[in-house]
């Protein structure tokens, strides 16, 4: 595993020598979610990393300055569904974490479950619920972290207060909930999004908690911030499709830039 994230990384540092304080990862449709004054770009396929498949998502990192802090943009993400290990859709946020980014923000598109989660409100990501297999499986590198991770609070406490005070300033307040991951890739059964109400969760995806794993194995803080696209199967009343997803993240992708730059703008 080093070795792959080591490769990738020294493949980066034959493109650039910038050293990112924070990482953000754009989930689906969220393309566009960062004003970047851009520095340079890299394809992950030029890291030696898989490009990413599916439709919203570019695979490709983007580096440069937002609000006077140096930030990687992470556009495109490795999904389990697309076929990839768990340990395999990691890669991109170990490469950024290795690069320098002490912090890093995930975003993703999510059905809500919660009663009080509309369409288009944002949730950060209190703790997760993973069923997705663990990307920490296989023998442990120590110079990537240790064996057995500390899963006390993934999710950094003092971020989601500084994400909910940048919020408020944006004019909105920003929910708070437990995230679960599925594998994906069909939308989950009625059935499943009920059991997973009884489990805590308030919120579904197919993607960030195996990201937060192995960024909390490298020791890095991680804010997740889950954008409202769908009421999650069964409480919406209409079949769910990737794009109404897509067309549901376009339309509040204004807000999730406002409220990334205010959190950039407001961290040490
Ligand atoms: N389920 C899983 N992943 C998702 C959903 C959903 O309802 N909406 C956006 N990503």
Same mark, same amino acid.
């Given at each position: 595993?080093?070795?792959?994230?080591? #490769?990738?990384?020294?493949?980066?540092?034959?493109?650039?020598?910038?050293?990112? $304080? %924070?990482?953000?990862?754009?989930?689906? +449709?969220? =393309?566009?979610?960062?004003?970047?004054?851009?520095?340079?770009?890299? =394809?992950?396929?030029?890291?030696?990393?898989?490009?990413?498949?599916?439709? @919203?998502?570019?695979?490709?990192? !983007?580096? @440069?300055?937002?609000?006077?802090?140096?930030?990687?943009?992470?556009? @495109?993400?490795?999904?389990?569904? $697309?076929?990839?290990?768990?340990? &395999?859709?990691?890669?991109?946020?170990? !490469?950024?974490?290795?690069?320098?980014?002490?912090?890093?923000?995930?975003? #993703?598109?999510? =059905?809500?479950?919660?009663?009080?989660?509309?369409? +288009?409100?944002?949730?950060?990501?209190?703790?997760? %619920?993973?069923?997705?297999?663990?990307?920490?499986?296989?023998?442990?590198?120590?110079?990537?972290?240790?064996?057995?991770?500390?899963? &006390?609070?993934?999710?950094?406490?003092?971020?989601?207060?500084?994400?909910? &005070?940048?919020?408020?300033?944006? /004019?909105?307040?920003?929910?708070?909930?437990?995230?679960?991951?599925?594998? +994906?890739?069909?939308? $989950?059964?009625?059935? $499943?999004?009920?059991?997973?109400?009884?489990? +805590?969760?308030?919120?579904?995806?197919?993607?960030?908690?195996?990201?937060?794993?192995?960024?909390?194995?490298?020791? !890095? *803080? !991680?804010?997740?911030?889950?954008?409202?696209? #769908? *009421?999650?199967?069964?409480?919406?009343?209409?079949?769910?499709?990737?794009?109404?997803?897509?067309?549901?993240?376009?339309?509040?992708?204004?807000?999730?830039? /406002?409220?990334?730059?205010?959190?950039?703008?407001?961290?040490?």
């Amino acid at each position: 595993m080093f070795g792959r994230a080591a #490769n990738a990384y020294a493949e980066l540092r034959k493109r650039t020598d910038f050293v990112p $304080e %924070i990482a953000i990862v754009l989930g689906s +449709g969220l =393309g566009g979610a960062v004003d970047l004054e851009e520095e340079c770009s890299i =394809g992950y396929d030029e890291l030696g990393l898989p490009g990413s498949t599916v439709h @919203g998502h570019r695979g490709r990192m !983007v580096f @440069g300055t937002l609000c006077g802090k140096k930030v990687v943009v992470l556009q @495109g993400r490795l999904h389990y569904y $697309e076929g990839h290990s768990s340990e &395999t859709a990691a890669l991109p946020d170990r !490469v950024a974490a290795l690069a320098g980014a002490k912090t890093v923000v995930l975003t #993703n598109a999510a =059905g809500g479950i919660a009663p009080d989660l509309e369409c +288009g409100d944002i949730m950060a990501i209190r703790d997760h %619920i993973c069923l997705a297999p663990n990307p920490l499986i296989g023998p442990n590198d120590d110079r990537m972290g240790p064996r057995f991770p500390d899963m &006390t609070a993934p999710y950094d406490p003092e971020l989601i207060e500084l994400a909910k &005070t940048a919020a408020r300033k944006c /004019g909105f307040e920003l929910k708070e909930g437990v995230y679960i991951q599925f594998t +994906g890739p069909s939308f $989950e059964t009625a059935a $499943e999004v009920r059991m997973a109400g009884i489990m +805590g969760a308030d919120a579904v995806g197919m993607s960030t908690a195996i990201e937060t794993i192995a960024l909390r194995h490298m020791g !890095v *803080k !991680v804010l997740g911030l889950s954008f409202i696209s #769908n *009421k999650a199967c069964g409480l919406a009343g209409k079949p769910l499709s990737h794009e109404d997803v897509n067309r549901e993240s376009e339309r509040v992708v204004a807000k999730m830039r /406002g409220l990334l730059a205010a959190i950039v703008g407001d961290m040490q």
